[in-house]
């Protein structure tokens, strides 16, 4: 799928939590945000595995590429529809009560590989029901508990299509963890589905 349509909003009707690691999980991570429409009614939640220790330009990357504007979060900030946010490689993104921000400072890099995980969960803990989760690729299996909590706290969950590798990924660990996946696929027909459920909850 190639065309992508991108059609402008405030107070968050959404949460759409997106993980993934390495170059294949930005390279979805770009595909997916390119083609979500750029009124979408939902905040988006970015978290993508990056070196703890080193100066990250993601923000700027995912910028040329997304149809609605990336930022990075600050602790407390309060979210609006139409963004995404991503956090700092030494402090990762999560959700906090009342539609907030929360970063989870880690300068030790105590949480290694399970950001995703840590930011699926508190999406499962603050978000009601308005929420979905989202696996991209990546190796291991972070965010594979985290979507499983999503699922069990009533959110939807997404995972990408696997790829015919060798070695269990991402996507595969989510799918084969626990609980059913509402929706697997590749990056634009994943972004086509959320746009279809925001919109369906906005109008319901």
């Given at each position: 799928m190639s065309g992508c349509d991108p059609g402008r909003s405030s107070a968050p009707d959404f949460f759409v939590a997106i993980g993934a690691s390495g170059a294949k999980g930005l390279n979805d991570i770009e595909r997916l945000l390119g083609c979500l429409p750029n009124d979408l009614a939902a905040v988006v939640l970015i978290v993508l595995h990056r070196p703890f220790d080193r100066v990250s330009r993601l923000r700027e990357v995912l910028n040329l590429k997304s149809a609605i504007p990336i930022h990075i979060a600050e602790d407390g900030e309060v979210l609006r529809n139409g963004h995404g946010y991503i956090g700092e490689p030494d402090a990762h993104l999560a959700l906090a009560a009342s539609n907030l921000g929360d970063l989870i400072a880690d300068p030790d890099n105590l949480y290694r590989n399970r950001t995703v995980d840590a930011l699926?969960?508190?999406?499962?803990?603050?978000?009601?029901?308005?929420?979905?989760?989202?696996?991209?690729?990546?190796?291991l299996d972070d965010g594979s508990r985290g979507l499983a909590a999503v699922h069990d706290a009533g959110g939807l969950t997404m995972v990408l299509t696997p790829r015919d590798e060798p070695q269990r990924g991402m996507p595969e660990n989510a799918i084969g963890y626990n609980g059913p996946i509402d929706f697997i696929g590749v990056p634009e027909a994943i972004a086509a589905n959320i746009a279809d459920r925001v919109r369906a909850r906005k109008s319901a």
């Open positions: 699926f969960r508190s999406v499962a803990d603050h978000a009601r029901d308005r929420f979905i989760g989202v696996v991209l690729s990546g190796s």
